[in-house]
């Protein structure tokens, strides 16, 4: 029976029988249901085709005899999971399935032998260059043996979670090949087994089976896409994914309502909650259409925290707002929200116009290499934050621009190249702090709080001999 997935339901029936000698148990094995997760401008099913079910979806899972390995394998029960991309662009896909700890022996040994269930794939059709791949990067040719695991809670069971990346790029309509191809009991399991078992999980035992996509546009593969758009697969990953927002019925959480005009480009069409950062490919645009753009993080999270994630483009008509969180490898490191962050620089010119950005920083380019095309213009916004560019940016241009306080009261600009700030407002707090000598600051017609920035108070309104390189820039106020 072919369903679209969310959760497989197992349920323990502890019916007993004596087979070959040996005391066995059954399991039932209910609906399957769906849990999709979408970034950026992707649309995504999530399918299994599951045994030969009745109407109401049962499927009877007995100890398994004989062997997978050389294919006399009896009572596995057919799931077979793949990925349709149901958008209108290309995408790179990932699966999660999470199967608790209980019944599978993971890391750091990956004994299949000590497992109670197991699943399996079809090695032949299913793994290898192109296709599916179950180890941590791309590339290495180890398709399988250096797992992509995690582990973590789903509730208060502890699971393991095997992440299988698809290597290739779906183009609209097409699916992948089958990520896994059955399940089955091992066949050593007693009913003892099964008794304590359920002191742990209870009556009902349950395997997730989650899948990720993210556009393909603007990254060179798979692992480097996902990676970026929802962080790299590790200790805390199970925050990420809303395992509790199962309820027994075809359920979508598509993370952003957008639509996309031109490859790359994204348009929003309501208020948007992301979960994961949003990484707008180079020279596409980003057109907020009036509506905010919400970071909405998990309790901890692990990679960066930010809203937009470009290197070159236009961002504008959006206001983005987020918090900061904590660090899931260090709970002692807090993670400020960067509204707009350009992790590795920029390799072209990046525009924002017509934007409210709040955050602890509000704009932050940060590394990449120094090019005379990269450039920083931002018009006609409201940055509330930290305003920060690295060397990498040639030179920057504010216009009709508003700056203030963010999240964390950081009120500080720190540009590491020429700037010129034409009819801008400061708020009283703000600070100008350059990260580099030798470079030029012009003020053309800026106030402070109302006001008039002048040669002779600029020193004053903007606090500039607190920063550590204040005598070795050049600062040029022009008024009309």
Request: hydrophobic content about 35%; overall charge negative; charged content about 20%.
């Amino acid at each position: 029976m072919k369903k679209k997935i969310i959760s497989l339901c197992l349920v323990v029936c502890l019916l007993a029988t004596a087979i070959v000698g040996g005391t066995l148990a059954y399991f039932t094995d209910t609906d399957a249901q769906k849990n999709t997760f979408t970034t950026g401008n992707v649309s995504i099913d999530l399918w299994e085709d599951f045994g030969d079910n009745d109407e109401e979806g049962i499927e009877e899972l007995i100890p398994a005899t004989g062997s997978a390995q050389n294919g006399t394998l009896k009572n596995g029960i057919e799931k077979e999971v793949y990925v349709t991309n149901t958008g209108s662009e290309d995408a790179f896909v990932r699966v999660h399935i999470a199967i608790p700890s209980i019944l599978d022996d993971g890391d750091p040994s990956f004994d299949a032998g000590k497992n109670i269930l197991h699943f399996n794939y079809d090695e032949e059709n299913s793994i290898g260059k192109g296709k599916w791949d179950w180890s941590k990067a791309y590339g290495d040719d180890k398709y399988v043996g250096a797992w992509n695991f995690y582990k973590g809670k789903i509730g208060d069971v502890d699971y393991n979670v095997y992440v299988v990346t698809y290597e290739t790029a779906l183009k609209k309509g097409e699916s992948t090949v089958d990520a896994m191809s059955q399940v089955y009991l091992d066949s050593k399991v007693t009913n003892k087994d099964i008794t304590d078992i359920k002191k742990v999980l209870g009556d009902e035992w349950y395997i997730y089976v989650a899948a990720e996509a993210t556009q393909a546009a603007g990254f060179e593969d798979a692992y480097t896409a996902l990676n970026t758009a929802f962080g790299t697969p590790g200790e805390g990953y199970a925050t990420k994914i809303a395992w509790d927002k199962v309820t027994g019925r075809t359920w979508v959480d598509v993370e952003t309502a957008t639509e996309v005009e031109n490859e790359g480009d994204v348009l929003l069409t309501a208020d948007t909650t992301i979960t994961a950062n949003s990484v707008l490919p180079a020279g596409a645009t980003y057109d907020g259409n009036g509506k905010t753009l919400t970071k909405d993080n998990p309790d901890t999270i692990t990679g960066t925290n930010a809203g937009i994630v470009p290197t070159s483009g236009t961002i504008k008509n959006v206001t983005i707002e987020g918090d900061s969180a904590v660090d899931a490898n260090d709970p002692t490191v807090t993670k400020g929200f960067r509204a707009v962050y350009a992790t590795s620089g920029l390799t072209g010119e990046l525009v924002i116009d017509n934007s409210i950005l709040t955050g602890t920083y509000a704009i932050n380019i940060n590394g990449g290499a120094y090019n005379a095309a990269n450039k920083l213009i931002v018009k006609n916004s409201i940055l509330n934050g930290w305003v920060s560019f690295s060397g990498c940016v040639d030179s920057a241009e504010f216009t009709a621009v508003a700056f203030n306080a963010g999240n964390d009261g950081y009120a500080n600009i720190r540009p590491y190249a020429n700037t010129v700030f034409t009819n801008c407002s400061f708020s009283d707090d703000s600070t100008l702090d350059t990260g580099a000598k030798d470079i030029t600051i012009k003020f053309v017609n800026c106030d402070v709080n109302g006001t008039l920035i002048t040669a002779t108070n600029v020193v004053d309104l903007l606090n500039l001999d607190e920063g550590d390189n204040y005598g070795e820039y050049t600062v040029i106020v022009e008024n009309d």
